[in-house]
């Protein structure tokens, strides 16, 4: 337990004319003197105070919006705070100007100096027609808030008695603070150069702030820097200013911009947590939309009218440009087939089905993923995303997770690993691990190819944005129901209080926009390049050896031979072409990925799944999309021309839309990729707790699919 200090000295901060010198002169009375800070005119106020058997030193610093340092101010009272050290510093909020005064708190915060709220002008809310949650406020910022009216003497007690908890504690408490998310943009760039300052010793204790500041490109900081540590100076600013232009190139703002807007952001979130209105009061243009986005019983339908109008546009647009492509691969591969000279051979195979049948068949799906991409970036970087996560956050704290929870599975709508990874912002180990299991059932874009491949085969055009946003709200409905059992089981306990970060609107810019939508779309196309190359390859081999038994062979050579006799015959040429499918079929029934298929089949037939099917679904657990490379594998083993019938018709021809409707619930439910696989087990730090998510994803897999095949079957007949 820290040691009480004898005398407690306090520093005081706020905007001006938020009553602090009220606040400064109500405690100190007449024990009060101007002071001055050393190489600067601008005066400082110093006044004594006492409670109990306590001795309180106040210093009254100048008002100040910021702590840019680009007034004299604002630099006396940060260089104050940071070389003084007081062992406690109270901001004075105009508490009916709660939104405007929190933006020197969110800084403070930043800053990691030990911090009281005071809600001054408690009266001048209460007349505003406004209330404040001050317990909810405290939760969300972590920090003590106490409520006061200066001019009344009112509080006094309770804020010198609670500057007085907080200095008893250690006086750098950066990690105790919510800190602000910056965004997947600017993020991981502070990150990075905040294990940069920690290197250096003199500035680790607040090494978060010094990157900040030296990502502002910060003068000031840059000094200090140079000062405290000189060798790391030249290195720090460089990397600084290396970033700030990545950044700025893609954000079309400077970055201290960017940094403003996600503070504000930050304090949006808490704004519309805490405050409520007792009375009709004005609202500006942002208030009024959030008030019918954010409403609640709006704001849930309004989302989810938001992403099927997504979908819509999807199918609407990427349709046409799928089946450009789709008819450009089909043309490439009967073109290989029949340019290729001395007729059939293995390398023919391995060209035709396993390289263009298996990558082509996931890269035509390329269309729809950027379009899915480019809307998905627009609400994100237009602020709605962060009011759909709001929205959310309702329902997350029914199941005991907060909306924060949200944004990893919003990210998880693009790739479930940086999804994972995501989670690092949740400070509760409860919330993190639960987060992380539920993840894999929010539709990734490596699922994208598989629905785009079975929807139009199955589903007239009406029914195409909505299944897919049936299928995207089954998942999210999933996770949230795990959740929830998750919760009340494994990890059960308090969750933690999260602020929601609500940025302001604003219109996205389009570089900014297709950067982020190229950013996503490029790591599907680097895994069709890499791993889906790879994969089909292996799977290709996989399904041509080892070859089916000689006395097999025979007998349909022996038909092929009758049949040659018999060419003058109408229906020779449909026999042929039968012959020479059972043919590729007798291949692959004998190679080995055919006998995995046989192998698993008994399991997945009660799901409405053939041996074919099952072998794609083992082909999806290098990465999702191999199931749509395997499928055009399976499916491209027999004759290549140009009159051979596209996959989805194959499929159309082998399948119902019950038996479509089961392979996307599977390919939703069941085990991630080897790589989410591999990035829980990073996270968790356990394989114990990968194997569960394994374990448990495709149990439950099994049960929904069968479940709605079953009952499906029993429906139709």
């Known amino acids: 337990m820290t040691k009480e200090k004898k005398q407690v000295k306090i520093a005081l901060a706020g905007n001006p004319n938020s009553g602090k ?15 001055n800070y050393p190489g600067v005119t601008v005066d400082l106020k110093e006044g004594s105070a006492r409670l109990g058997d306590r001795d309180f030193l106040l210093i009254d610093l100048p008002g100040t919006y910021s702590l840019a340092a680009r007034s004299a101010e604002e630099i006396v009272a940060r260089n104050f705070l940071i070389d003084e050290q007081p062992d406690a510093v109270i901001v004075v909020i105009d508490a009916s100007n709660l939104e405007r005064n929190l933006y020197l708190a969110v800084q403070l915060m930043e800053l990691g100096v030990p911090l009281v709220l005071a809600l001054n002008m408690w009266d001048m809310l209460e007349a505003k027609g406004l209330a404040i949650d001050s317990a909810r406020l405290s939760a969300l910022a972590g920090v003590p808030v106490v409520e006061t009216v200066g001019s009344r003497r009112q509080g006094l007690d309770r804020l010198l008695q609670a500057a007085a908890e907080v200095a008893d504690g250690p006086k750098i408490r950066s990690e105790e603070r919510r800190q602000v998310n910056y965004g997947n943009e600017i993020e991981p760039h502070v990150e990075r150069l905040t294990e940069m300052v920690a290197e250096h010793e003199p500035l680790r204790q607040r090494a978060r702030w010094y990157a900040l500041k030296l990502l502002e490109g910060d003068r000031e900081t840059a000094r200090r820097v140079a000062r405290l540590a000189p060798q790391a100076e030249a290195p720090l600013t460089e990397t600084a200013a290396e970033m700030r232009r990545h950044i700025e190139g893609i954000c079309g703002d400077d970055v201290g911009t960017d940094l403003a807007d996600r503070r504000y952001g930050f304090i949006a979130g808490i704004h519309a947590e805490v ?107 237009s602020g709605y995303m962060a009011r759909a996560a709001f929205i959310m956050d309702r329902l997350m704290h029914k199941i005991g997770l907060h909306g924060r929870s949200f944004i990893p599975m919003l990210v998880g709508f693009g790739c479930t690993v940086p999804a994972i990874m995501a989670t690092r912002t949740l400070e509760s180990r409860r919330d993190r691990f639960t987060t992380i299991m539920v993840l894999p059932l929010i539709s990734c874009g490596a699922r994208l190819p598989i629905y785009m491949l079975i929807i139009p085969a199955f589903f007239p055009t009406e029914w195409h944005a909505r299944m897919l ?51 996503r779309s490029w790591q599907f196309l680097r895994k069709a390049g890499t791993i889906i190359l790879g994969a089909s390859i292996i799977l290709w081999a996989l399904s041509q050896w080892p070859r089916p038994e000689a006395g097999d062979l025979e007998a349909l050579a022996e038909q092929q031979l009758e049949l040659a006799a018999e060419r003058e015959h109408p229906a020779a040429d449909e026999q042929a072409a039968l012959i020479e499918g059972k043919q590729a ?47 055009g594998i399976v499916y491209a083993l027999g004759e290549a021309d140009e009159d051979s019938p596209t996959l989805r018709q194959t499929l159309q021809d082998n399948y119902t839309p019950l038996q479509g409707l089961a392979i996307m619930l599977f390919c939703l439910i069941s085990m991630p990729c080897i790589a989410t696989v591999a990035i829980t087990r990073r996270e968790t730090a356990s394989w114990v707790w990968a194997g569960f998510q394994v374990a448990s994803l495709t149990g439950l897999a099994w049960i929904v699919t069968f479940l709605v095949y079953q009952i499906g079957s029993l429906i139709v007949g």
Do not use: C
């Open 275 to 381: 405050v409520s209105r007792t009375s009709a009061d004005r609202m500006s243009s942002s208030e009024k939309v959030d008030r019918v986005v954010l409403n609640r019983w709006l704001g849930l339908p309004i989302f989810a009218a938001m992403m099927y109008l997504v979908f819509s546009l999807t199918f609407s647009f990427g349709e046409p440009l799928m089946a450009l492509l789709e008819n450009g691969f089909e043309w490439l591969g009967g073109a290989v087939a029949e340019w290729w000279p001395g007729g059939e051979s293995l390398l023919l195979s391995l060209l035709a089905d396993g390289i263009i049948g298996g990558v082509g068949g996931v890269l035509v799906f390329l269309p729809n993923i950027l379009l899915l991409f480019l809307a998905i970036s627009f609400l994100e970087d």
């Open 585 to 631: 079929e007798l291949n692959l029934e004998a190679s080995l990925m055919g006998r995995l298929g046989k192998a698993v089949e008994p399991v997945m037939r009660p799901l409405g799944f053939d041996w074919k099917i099952s072998t794609a679904m083992i082909g999806a657990l290098v990465a999702k999309e191999v199931f749509v490379a395997q499928m």
């Open 469 to 519: 946003w049936i299928i995207y709200v089954v998942g999210i409905l999933l996770a949230i129901g795990g959740a929830k059992l998750l919760r009340s089981t494994l990890f059960k306990g308090e969750s933690v209080p999260f602020v929601m970060e609500l940025p302001p609107y604003r219109l996205p810019t389009w570089r900014g926009v297709f950067i982020h939508m190229w950013e």
């Open 21 to 35: 010198t009220t606040l400064f002169n109500a405690m100190t009375g007449s024990r009060q003197h101007v002071g």
